[in-house]
């Protein structure tokens, strides 16, 4: 592909990608909730989930994505209920005596499969790569090679973005060093996460 379509395309998803939405408020509560290295399964999983949507988007496949509109369907409110358990467990987790003692990660298993479902259940996503790259690039003309340079740009801008995210929202983790503090964070990322679900529900 020639480089001002790649820019272009760069350009288009470090706006939508870099915006507060579902994936960005998921992102955050689980970082203030588990800590920045546990919260790696999880951005691997809305990376992955990105490509799935851009690769449907590329090879032809959004007459697939509609036809299987049912079972994105389900997938979406999976996720959205997922979402709700994490915001529960968030907003009951017991808080530690000692202050330093911060909340670990949970399974890396359960946090994989919470990402990818936030991501294929994403209204957002699936509308940027099914609906508005069509206008950005011409896919007719994407060849297996574009469709790697597009994958790996996509990817560049998605870590750029998601791993600043987790940054500042480790930063603020860091601050976390009394009970008090650590059950206001645990109610606020709990919050977060409900809104996430809410965003992605309320979203055709």
Do not use: C
């Amino acid at each position: 592909m020639d480089l001002t379509s790649l820019l272009i395309f760069a350009a288009a998803l470090f706006v939508a990608a870099g915006s507060p939405g579902p994936s960005v408020a998921a992102l955050v509560a689980r970082v203030i909730s588990t800590g920045f290295r546990g919260v790696f399964p999880f951005l691997l999983a809305l990376w992955i989930g990105e490509a799935i949507w851009l690769s449907l988007a590329v090879f032809g496949l959004a007459m697939v994505a509609q036809t299987f509109h049912l079972a994105f369907l389900v997938l979406k409110w999976a996720g959205v209920g997922y979402l709700l358990y994490l915001a529960w467990k968030m907003w009951t987790a017991p808080v530690e005596a000692h202050g330093e003692s911060l909340p670990q990660a949970g399974s890396p298993l359960k946090m994989f499969f919470a990402g990818l479902a936030v991501s294929l259940g994403n209204p957002k996503v699936m509308m940027f790569y099914l609906a508005l790259l069509p206008t950005i690039v011409d896919l007719q003309s994407v060849t297996l090679l574009g469709w790697f340079e597009l994958t790996l740009t996509m990817a560049v801008v998605l870590v750029l973005i998601d791993v600043s995210w987790a940054l500042a929202a480790a930063q603020a983790r860091r601050l976390l060093k009394s009970r008090r503090a650590m059950r206001i964070a645990n109610r606020i990322s709990a919050t977060t996460m409900a809104g996430a679900a809410a965003a992605i529900a309320g979203r055709s």
